[in-house]
């Protein structure tokens, strides 16, 4: 198998569209389909399913995708002084995540990273909606949905809570809230009910009670600026709300929900060193936050308390 016409695969795999591998590898759109389909006809499958918004990898394509990740790696290695440098590693790892937890718990974590393993390179993709393995969009994703089939390496990365947060002038201007029912009259804020990105992200509905939602939006990050500017009452993660934000609990420990985050990778590519030592780093990495936070009982990037 030529191997420019594999790294070729590589690229439409990872840009989802032939003018954005194009630009990756600085050659003509023409130039990836004709490669593509001639690996194809190598191969005897198609390796991609011609879609409205891009290239997917088909099931054979998925296949090669773990094959060609290995061959990368080893690629990678040739002219390296490999007794020198047994503990590093090189190339590209995609890192999927939510986006609040993405922002303000994993980014941070990225400069510790590169510092560990100067060689690598890291795609940090941060999406309101679930990044899909399926579909190839990153190499390891943390999410709150663990996947109930398939064949991947699940491993829980941490626990987190979740609370009702206001801005203090927004209760300060409103009648004092003690329980759930004296919810009813207020601006809440939370996810489009169709839209909601995953399946165990607590919306306001969870809280079953009459209040109406006023204020929708299908980002986290948007919910917390509008319950910053005193809009309303928004469900936010404890990691997400920092000292200086002016936020603070709505209704103290009354409502808590408590969510777990995982680590999912397709099981072929924990034989690719890069891929496995960024999930190793990553639970490493977020043991040593939990231990920092454990005599205070804070949370993953939580600075004040509920």
Not at 87 to 116: K, N, Q
Request: charged content about 25%.
């Amino acid at each position: 198998m030529d191997w420019d016409d594999l790294r070729v695969f590589v690229a439409l795999a990872r840009a989802g569209t032939l003018t954005r591998a194009a630009a990756r590898l600085d050659v003509r759109h023409t130039t990836i389909a004709r490669r593509i389909r001639r690996l194809e006809q190598r191969i005897g499958a198609p390796l991609f399913l011609r879609e409205r918004d891009g290239f997917k990898l088909s099931r054979r394509g998925a296949e090669l995708w773990l094959e060609a990740a290995r061959i990368d790696e080893a690629f990678g290695r040739i002219g390296q002084d490999l007794p020198a440098r047994a503990g590093d590693v090189s190339g590209l790892v995609r890192i999927g995540c939510t986006e609040g937890f993405g922002t303000a718990v994993v980014a941070p974590m990225m400069g510790r990273l590169r510092a560990r393993h100067p060689g690598l390179q890291i795609d940090l993709i941060v999406q309101p909606r679930p990044i899909l393995l399926t579909r190839n969009e990153a190499d390891l994703v943390v999410t709150i949905d663990r996947p109930e089939r398939g064949d991947y390496v699940i491993s829980r990365l941490t626990d987190y809570s979740l609370r009702l947060y206001a801005a203090p002038a927004y209760l300060a201007a409103r009648a004092p809230l003690a329980a759930l029912d004296d919810l009813a009259g207020h601006a809440l804020i939370s996810y489009v009910d169709e839209q909601s990105p995953w399946r165990n992200v607590p919306t306001m509905s969870d809280i079953r009670m009459s209040a109406a939602t006023v204020l929708r939006s299908t980002s986290i990050l948007a919910q917390k600026a509008m319950a910053r500017a005193g809009a309303g009452i928004a469900i936010l993660p404890d990691f997400l709300v920092e000292e200086g934000d002016g936020l603070v609990p709505a209704l103290g420990e009354s409502v808590v929900f408590q969510r777990e985050f995982w680590t999912v990778m397709p099981q072929g590519l924990r034989e690719v060193a890069r891929v496995r030592r960024v999930a190793e780093a990553l639970h490493e990495m977020m043991r040593a936050e939990r231990e920092r936070l454990a005599p205070s009982g804070g949370a993953p990037g939580k600075t004040t308390r509920g």
